[in-house]
């Protein structure tokens, strides 16, 4: 199929690269010059795993060519995404002025109009609202969300667990089948409503799961209990599940808390109150700061205490630092007075642009450890699982703290080695 996909950030880049991988023919189109001529170049304005080589490789095939969006005459596709960011305006509703630009562009630039996959995040009732504003899109509109996890996305878009498709007829749900074609998930087609609630539903849900595990974890904390064997044991019951109960410093990103606020938000326009929703959100910000407070309750004061940061972005396998539990404690922090150091893998120069000029960045974890009296470890990148642990109980000071934000270090080997750990839900000691 003729896909084109508009707007290059990272859903439509790696959307891009994975149909031009299975044979579709993509052009991918953006408003930003310096973004395409970085792309054109094998270069990734992100860090995501593969996705460059893949990018490189379908260019290089001739299966992706990149455009900007500008005045065409009598464009033709089978299909277009739009991929174009929905960012959380100053009003706190989501802005969809970036979709309404993309639809414009399409109907004057195409010879006929094409399906148009929305794939971006936006509102239920959003596409019933643009359809009234445009009703040549009535039957061309598909809301298709992604699912796609930062750090994983090229395998999740390979082995995605279902296929929404919300349009308002059979061909549209036809688009969508013969795109995934050779996928075994199964599709769930709605209205194009359902199918919006749906991808902010599941956000919802899963950082839902976060708060409420990280809120048994304090609990734990308080009784003496054990998190990690709490997790395990409820989420074997096949109800509840596995995933999505590891506690910690809370949950961030580009979509969890935006989308929960998101739907928080529409459901007071409905006047609904939906009050679970605003619970999520304020466990969620007591948790990114938890050490803080654990922190606030040890010392008397944190006036130039000297303190480490390890990890910045949000989770593992990202250079994203939006909302990131790190980049907002390191604020928190700042502003106590405590002396910072940092040290992460890819994210350093996302967060200078961010981050007090305060704060001191090292290319090295053994540098930013040094001398420092506590060392929170705010995102799981393996290489911190991995630290020689002796060598930095040797050029740590006293106390010696660490706070696993994580709640993912060998508790035991830390312990033995004579450090004051410090995590959530994991205050007695490790017998394993
Ligand atoms: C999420 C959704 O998973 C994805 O389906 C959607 O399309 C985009 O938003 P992403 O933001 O990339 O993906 O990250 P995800 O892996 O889901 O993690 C989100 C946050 O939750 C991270 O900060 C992570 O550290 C945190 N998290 C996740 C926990 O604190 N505990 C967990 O058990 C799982």
């Not at 054990?226 to 989420?235: A, E, L, P, R, T």
Request: proline share 4%; charged share 20%.
């Amino acid at each position: 199929m003729k896909i084109d996909v508009i707007g290059l950030g990272y859903v439509g880049l790696v959307a891009s690269a994975c149909l031009a991988e299975e044979g579709h023919n993509v052009t991918g189109y953006d408003t930003n010059t310096k973004k395409l001529k970085s792309i054109s170049s094998g270069d990734i304005p992100f860090y995501e795993p593969n996705l460059n080589e893949l990018v490189k490789l379908a260019i290089q095939k001739q299966t992706f060519e990149l455009k900007k969006i500008d005045k065409y005459e009598n464009l033709f596709a089978d299909a277009i995404i739009i991929a174009v960011g929905t960012p959380l305006s100053n009003m706190g509703t989501l802005d969809i002025s970036q979709i309404q630009v993309a639809i414009k562009w399409i109907i004057s630039n195409y010879q006929n109009l094409p399906f148009i996959i929305i794939k971006s995040t936006v509102p239920p009732g959003t596409g019933e609202k643009l359809i009234s504003q445009y009703p040549e899109l009535a039957n061309k509109y598909i809301s298709n969300p992604e699912f796609l996890r930062e750090g994983q996305a090229i395998s999740d878009w390979k082995n995605p667990d279902r296929i929404i498709s919300g349009s308002k007829n059979l061909e549209g749900n036809k688009c969508i089948e013969k795109i995934y074609e050779n996928y075994t998930a199964p599709f769930v087609h709605s209205d194009i409503t359902s199918s919006e609630m749906i991808k902010f539903a599941s956000n919802a849900f899963l950082a839902n799961k976060i708060s409420f595990i990280n809120e048994i974890a304090n609990l734990c904390d308080k009784l003496g209990a054990y998190v990690d064997d709490v997790s395990k044991g409820i989420g074997l019951d096949p109800r509840i599940g596995p995933n999505y109960l590891i506690p910690g410093v809370g949950y961030g990103g580009s979509c969890f808390p935006k989308d929960v606020q998101s739907l928080s938000d529409l459901s007071m326009t409905h006047l609904q109150s939906f009050d679970l929703l605003q619970s999520i959100i304020t466990t969620n910000q007591k948790q990114q700061l938890m050490p803080y407070f654990y922190l606030s309750e040890k010392f008397d004061n944190l006036q130039g205490l000297k303190v480490c940061v390890l990890g910045l972005s949000f989770k593992a396998g990202t250079d994203d630092i939006r909302e990131s539990s790190s980049i907002n404690l390191i604020n928190q922090l700042s502003n106590s007075g405590v002396i910072i150091n940092t040290y992460d893998p890819v994210s350093i120069n996302n967060s200078k642009k961010v981050l007090p000029e305060t704060v001191n960045f090292f290319d090295d974890p053994f540098d930013a450890i040094n001398g420092v009296q506590a060392t929170i470890i705010m995102t799981e990148w393996s290489e911190f699982q991995n630290l020689d642990w002796k060598k930095v109980y040797k050029s740590m000071k006293n106390p010696k703290i660490i706070f696993d934000g994580k709640n993912y270090l060998n508790q035991k080997l830390i312990q033995d080695l004579g450090f004051e750990y410090f995590a959530v839900g994991r205050k007695i000691k490790s017998q394993k």
